[in-house]
């Protein structure tokens, strides 16, 4: 079993720049690849990058150029860098992981971005 627990959310202006992070409680070797998804009130929850655990990335056009996953395999954990951040980001951020034949999600950390 892996648990993930976000952090790092918060209150920020438009322009301004936040990181989230995820740290598992178990090594991440466990998972091939992890990922950040948004959900904003009213809308479904929306896929923003994915990162193997070897390192290779991949992201939505919606935060392509502004956003960056990254991952520390000696922490155990996956970080969500947001630059140039937007009222429309206004979410709770969302990490989930990819096991073998399963897959975690965390509670959640609420960003508000205000304008």
């Known amino acids: 079993q892996v648990r993930l627990v976000e952090s790092g959310g918060g209150l920020v202006q438009a322009g301004g720049s936040l990181e989230v992070s995820c740290a598992t409680s178990?090594?991440?070797?466990?998972?091939?690849?992890m990922g950040w998804y948004r959900q904003a009130p009213g809308k479904q929850r929306e896929l923003l990058a994915t990162?193997?655990?070897?390192?290779?990335?991949n992201y939505e056009d919606s935060v392509k150029g502004r956003f960056t996953i990254s991952i520390d395999n000696a922490k155990n954990t996956v970080y969500l860098q947001m630059n140039s951040l937007k009222p429309e980001d206004t979410a709770v951020y969302y990490c989930r992981g990819w096991g073998y034949g399963t897959h975690y999600w965390g509670q959640g950390t609420q960003v508000t971005v205000s304008s």
């Open positions: 990162i193997t655990t070897s390192g290779s990335t």
């Open positions: 178990g090594s991440i070797s466990s998972l091939h690849s």
